[in-house]
């Protein structure tokens, strides 16, 4: 590729040569200038077409550190050199940092190493915009994966808001089947939406736990309508069918990428700490806080409403039950405080008022 070197020297003899080298043992094209206010006014300076220059120290009018100061603020990626008497020598030293200076080369010069420098001048400068390409595609390409993830995030979104939707109307459909469990999730997934802002929960990890809270059973709709709605107690057989219906709901949902953050609070609504809830016997840690408050919220919910089997229990009863289960080590203890705090509070009376 063909660069472009402006020579700035007030003697012609000096640019005419230095011109003649450049064009024969370099083939670049060479801007000449005999003085430094007319190259600092050159359009190819100006357009940033210049890609080294070559400019005498000691010139009439203006010297070359100011020159080279003046033109690299024109055209900054401009690499530059100084051409420089041996009396000169210091003040070209000086200079380096003051305007970024390449290389010095002494007058008088030998060809070849000037041609050197000016080659690697050019190389440096090749180099450098090579550096800024690839950093301008790095930008672009960063730039596309930025808007493309936003994308993705809203496109997300939408699927999410249409499958939760879609499936809330089935969760609908399956309490129901149950006028005992009417307004269950609606008020499971309140709870657990006041528990977990409580609890300080980010906002992802809030509407992953409220999605849940509101499809946490739809597993149910596998079940048969005499376990879910039978009067009494559940025979063995009866309660292991019932206890599918967590991973039913896993089941049904896994299809669907936008909501996998949920599909781990609805398998695990029902374990228990101490290892001996259902379906997978998880222990302590192993169970996540969103398991957590909705196995809280859903045992509380149970009891402080009418179930087939039972009468409403009240509101002691039920806090004393939870206590218990807190005790036995099969409840999150701090879980269970959040809800007491939030019923002592009248935060959650609106929610209350719905449970019969
Ligand atoms: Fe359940």
């Known amino acids: 590729m063909s660069r472009t070197i402006m020579i700035v020297d007030d003697e012609p003899m ?16 060479v801007s000449v200038f005999n003085d430094p206010r007319e190259a600092l006014r050159s359009e190819l300076l ?48 000086r ?22 420098i000016l080659q690697n001048g050019l190389e440096k400068r090749d180099m450098e915009e090579r550096e800024k390409h690839q950093r301008q595609e790095l930008e672009v390409s960063n730039d596309k994966i930025i808007r493309l993830y936003e994308r993705l ?13 879609i499936l809330s109307l089935l969760a609908d459909a399956v309490e129901a089947h149950d006028q005992y469990s009417i307004g269950h999730v609606y008020r499971v997934s309140s709870f657990c939406r006041l528990i977990g802002q409580k609890m300080d929960l980010s906002p992802e990890r809030l509407e992953t736990l409220f999605i849940a809270g509101e499809l946490h059973d739809i597993g149910k709709v596998a079940t048969s309508d005499l376990i879910l709605t039978k009067p009494g107690k559940l025979t063995q057989e009866e309660f ?10 896993e089941k ?32 302590g840690d192993g169970i996540s806080l969103e398991s957590r408050i909705l196995s809280v919220v859903d ?58």
């Open 240 to 249: 292991e069918i019932m206890k599918r219906h967590s991973a039913e709901g």
């Open 252 to 283: 049904l949902l896994k299809p669907l990428a936008s909501l996998k953050e949920c599909l781990d609070p609805i398998r695990h609504h029902h374990e228990k700490l101490d290892g001996s809830g259902y379906p997978d016997g998880l222990k």
């Open 95 to 116: 200079s380096i940092n003051e305007v970024g200076l390449y290389y010095y080369i002494e007058k008088p010069w030998d060809n070849a190493s000037l041609v050197r």
């Open 14 to 29: 000096i640019t005419t040569t230095l011109a003649t080298l450049i064009r024969l043992m370099m083939k670049q094209d």
């Open 153 to 165: 995030q809203q496109d997300y979104s939408t699927e999410r808001k249409q499958a939760v939707g």
């Open 46 to 93: 100006l357009a940033g077409d210049i890609d080294l220059i070559l400019s005498d120290f000691l010139m009439p009018g203006m010297n070359g550190v100011e020159f080279l100061r003046r033109a690299k603020e024109l055209s900054p990626n401009a690499i530059a050199v100084m051409l420089t008497g041996y009396a000169d020598k210091e003040n070209a030293i």
């Open 299 to 356: 045992i509380f919910d149970a009891l402080h409403t009418t179930r087939p089997y039972r009468g409403k229990l009240s509101m002691e009863q039920a806090r004393g039950i939870l206590s218990e289960e807190c005790e036995r080590g099969q409840l999150d203890a701090e879980v269970v405080d959040v809800l007491f705090s939030v019923l002592d509070s009248g935060e959650a009376d609106a929610i209350l008022a719905l449970m019969r």
